[in-house]
C-alpha cells in the first residue's frame, strides 16, 4: 500500500535584485515565459497568470522540437505580495515559494511536494535548473524592463 504522504523537496536561490523586482519576474507572464524551462531545448510558449487565493495559473512547456509539451498548471492558495506564494498543482502536490530580502539580493526557497513517476533526485535537478533558469534571467534583464 502506497503512502498518502509525500516526500518534501526544498530548492532554493539568491537573485541579485531587489525583491519587487525578482517578484515581477516570477510572477509575469511575459517574463515567465523568458525562463521556465530546465534545459535549453525546452521553452514556454505560453504563460497566464491569475495571481489570487483562488486564481488559476498555466505555463505550457514544450520541447522546442515539438516531440513532447505539457501544461504546469495549479490554483492559487496564498499570495502575500513581496513575501509568499503558495499553490495546489492539478495533480493535487503543494508547492511554497518563499521570497526573502536581503542585503544584496533576494532569496527564492521554493518547497514541493515530490510525485511518483521521477526519482527524488530527478525532481529535485529539475526544479533547481529552471530555478538556476529564473535566477540567470533576472540578474540579466535591466531594471527598466522589469
Not at 495571481?51 to 498555466?58: E, S
Not at 527524488?120 to 538556476?132: C, H, P, S, T, V
Request: hydrophobic content about 35%; charged content about 30%; some cysteine.
Amino acid at each position: 500500500m502506497e503512502s498518502s504522504k509525500k516526500e518534501i523537496i526544498t530548492v532554493d536561490t539568491t537573485v541579485q535584485k531587489p525583491v519587487e523586482k525578482v517578484w515581477e519576474c516570477w510572477t509575469n507572464p511575459k517574463h515567465i515565459t523568458q525562463w521556465s524551462n530546465a534545459s535549453d531545448d525546452w521553452h514556454a510558449p505560453k504563460a497566464e497568470n491569475d495571481l489570487r487565493a483562488g486564481g488559476n495559473f498555466l505555463t505550457r512547456m514544450e520541447a522546442k522540437d515539438g516531440s513532447f509539451g505539457f501544461d504546469f498548471t495549479g490554483v492559487y492558495d496564498e499570495v502575500k505580495q513581496y513575501e509568499l506564494i503558495s499553490y495546489t498543482l492539478e495533480d493535487g502536490r503543494k508547492v511554497e515559494i518563499t521570497f526573502i530580502g536581503q542585503e544584496n539580493g533576494t532569496k527564492v526557497v521554493e518547497t514541493f511536494q515530490a510525485e511518483n513517476t521521477n526519482s527524488i533526485e530527478m525532481q529535485k535537478a529539475g526544479w533547481q535548473a529552471i530555478l538556476d533558469n529564473f535566477k540567470k534571467y533576472s540578474e540579466a534583464i535591466s531594471t527598466k524592463e522589469i
